[in-house]
């Protein structure tokens, strides 16, 4: 790979043309800036040069600071003060004018590089954006003062509170750019712009100094106090965003010199906090889950999966059949009778149709998709397949007669997949030969708009099948992660302990609505342990809860609560009560007092309180969150020592797309390694002794791998590199 710099070259017409060179995306590494910084001087001090004109290689102007340098560096962005303080005042108000010349995207130090230059010219469908507040960062090249004055404040907050990028033509529309064009276009345009504004025919705009486009002083005041207002209820745990809009609102306040002064104070603030940390964690690990050891780093070459079969019609099978027609994938969908077709198939027009309504996507492109999907009662067609994927019923029986059908009707190399969430991989194609093409495909529900997608492998699963797969998932736009065949593969079995330690509290005599508002309000997850179960319903939670009980007798709490709701028919969402109350409309009621004798019941049941007369070890909303996800994390490591995830980061992704965990806290090892795994440890193995008399202990037992990170202090995610079940 080159070393990140920058390049030089003059036009006969006395452009100097500087160029980003940083592939793929033009990172703005230091030795890029400054390399850059160096050019911009020596172009400003030449007399050949009349102007300057700034691009990026390989048709990407920039995709930003690297992100990896600010691992390295410890707050603060790891560059000197020259280039910092003074490289985009250089590029805006030396000398000789400057124009950005923007293909593909501009995001993020990218954009502010190009905001300094005097006038930008895009091409059309290049991306332009700050989304430095998704890295828990904000603007910190002055684009918190720049891009106000470009675009006015209520559109720059937005922007950046976003983090979303625009097109060049929306950018055009609100003066961000001056012209687009085609790529063919783009850096003679830029050069002609850049002659234009050195021989005074064209205005030489600097945007630090522009107040055209600034709303008057109590409209934006108002504009910042409403961001404001929004971003406390939208973000509360984020203190970042704040801090950004503190620097917005001095520069508005006290001009675009303070604001910039501000904007480096908050900037690093921001970089100090672990939610920085956190976010370019979760940034990385999203794109190394498809790196996976044995299966991409061997030689071997994806097979193209065109078209694939979809056996079942359900809510899953229609919406992985929505997602995979999205994707240009045809799809054929298998279902029992012409009653589950038709309706499987008129649920996949009204996914597709629902992207329409929603302004995603057009009437005709609809239509085009639509016919990518084709139904069928029969396995005549299957042997044009490349892929299929079971979801029928959870029924062993049922599976294991599907895929002796699937042998039979398709081409040898064709790849057997299951969507099962529950059943042990081997045993689904237990009866067939073909257990070398045959992995497990696991969707999370609704499968055409959760992005995670688990590619289980068994011992027998070959390298080449489970590599298509990877390419599979990643064409229909999901986050695929390989992990091994276990109860309840990586996710489900890391997050059993979720509901459990929640019932052990309430059996202990706490409220339940209390355990939801501390997991869901004071940490972030989108529902509390008692919400979720009533979304997944008592009678899967039952069903799961057994089969958790079989593989893992030791640390299973059986809570006698759920047994008394599924007789009870309270099973949650779907029967309208459960440990709320729903109305049908999607709101949710706390029901204090139709809970009231089953938790009584389950209190006497459960005969914890009998020891432990003073209630449960836990009482604030912190302790809360321990109790609750220490066991999580205990699971977690017991997961990456028996190598069922590649790595451990994969499981941070896994449980930020499947279970969303606040992706802010890292996902579930990072959060761990943040917290600390002594102290982890330490908090397990107190209550794995409160709970000795009850026979409990082993609920909360710090595994191995967890006490030696403990006592060695090794971070959890450095992995466990002797283990692989995958
Ligand atoms: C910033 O600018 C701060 C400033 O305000 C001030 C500082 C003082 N750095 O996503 P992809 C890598 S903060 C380093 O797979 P795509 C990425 O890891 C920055 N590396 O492709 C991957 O590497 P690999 C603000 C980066 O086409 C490869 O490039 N900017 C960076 O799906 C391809 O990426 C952002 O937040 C980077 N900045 O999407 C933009 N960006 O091949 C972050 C990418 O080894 N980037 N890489 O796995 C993105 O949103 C997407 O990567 C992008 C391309 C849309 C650009």
Known sequence: MPNPTASMQMTDAGVAIVTLENPPVNALHPAVLRSLFAHVREAHASSQVKAIVINGSKQRFSAGFDINQFAQASGGNGLDDTVNDALCELVESGPKPTVAAIEGMALGGGLEVAMSCNARVAVAGAKLGLPELSLGILPGFGGTQRLPRLVGLQKACEMMLTSKPIPAEAGAKLGLVDAVVSSAQLLDTACQLALGIASGVKPRNQSLYRTDKLESLGEAMMI??????????????????LFCLD????????????????????????????????????????????????ITDVGLKPRPIKKIAVLGGGLMGSGIATASILAGVEVLVKEINQKFLDSGMERIKANIMSQVKKGRMKQAAAEKVLKLAKGTLTYDDFGSVDMVIEAAIEDIKLKQQIFKDLEKACRKDCILSSNTSTIDIKLVGGQTQALDRIVGAHFFSPAHIMPLLEIVRTDQSSPQVVLDTLEYGSRIKKTPVVVGNCTGFAVNRVFFPYTQSACMLVDLGMDPYMVDKAIAGAFGMPMGPFRLSDLVGADIGLHVGANFHDSFPERVYKAPIFPALFDAKRLGEKTGSGFYKFDGKRKTLPDAQGLKPFLEASRKAAGLMEHHKQGPPVKSAQDIIEFIFFPVVNEGCRVIAEGIVDKPADLDVATVLAMGFPPYRGGLIKWADLTGAAHVAKRLSQWAEFFKADGLSGVFEPCQYLKEAASSGRQLSAGNSSASKL
């Open 224 to 241: 910042l106090d409403v961001a404001r207002g929004q971003t406390m209820k939208r973000a509360r745990h984020l203190q970042h965003p």
């Open 247 to 294: 620097a917005i609102r001095i520069g508005v306040e006290q001009g675009g010199i303070a604001g910039l002064k501000a904007e480096q104070e908050a900037f690093a603030k921001s970089a100090a906090l672990d939610t920085h940390k956190a976010l370019v964690h979760i940034f990385f690990a999203q794109r190394t889950t498809k790196r996976v050891k044995g």
